[in-house]
């Protein structure tokens, strides 16, 4: 894992325990083709009905095409490396929480991608 990479899973790992989210990383995901690979990291739920893989490098072709279920965010390790709360609340709600109303984080306030109850 590269600095920018460890920086980025920080931050994540931060927000999730001030936010009261799941977030694994590593995260060995399946894509379409069968074969297993390890993403850098997983926000459970938010994004996708299994959650959003996250990348710390803004390239499209880092990961081979995933399955329904999983959303997939490049995101750029100079944004992400320290966690700021306002900003991740913003981006997950654009995301969208998958599941039902009760397991929403408190500050969730369903956006166009909502999908509670799925």
């Not at 694994?24 to 390890?38: D, K, R, V």
């Not at 850098?40 to 279920?69: C, Q, W």
């Amino acid at each position: 894992m590269t600095e920018a990479e460890a920086n980025v899973v920080s931050a994540w790992r931060e927000a999730a325990e001030d936010l009261g989210f799941q977030f694994t990383s590593p995260f060995i995901a399946l894509a379409l083709s069968g074969q297993a690979f390890e993403a850098l990291g997983l926000v459970h739920r938010f994004g996708g009905r299994i959650g959003t893989l996250i990348s710390a490098e803004p390239s499209a072709d880092l990961y081979p095409p995933v399955g329904d279920g999983y959303g997939v965010s490049y995101l750029d390790s100079r944004g992400y490396r320290r966690y700021k709360k306002e900003l991740w609340i913003e981006m997950l709600c654009d995301w969208g929480f998958w599941g039902e109303p009760s397991r929403a984080p408190h500050w969730y306030k369903p956006g166009p991608h909502c999908h509670l109850s799925e």
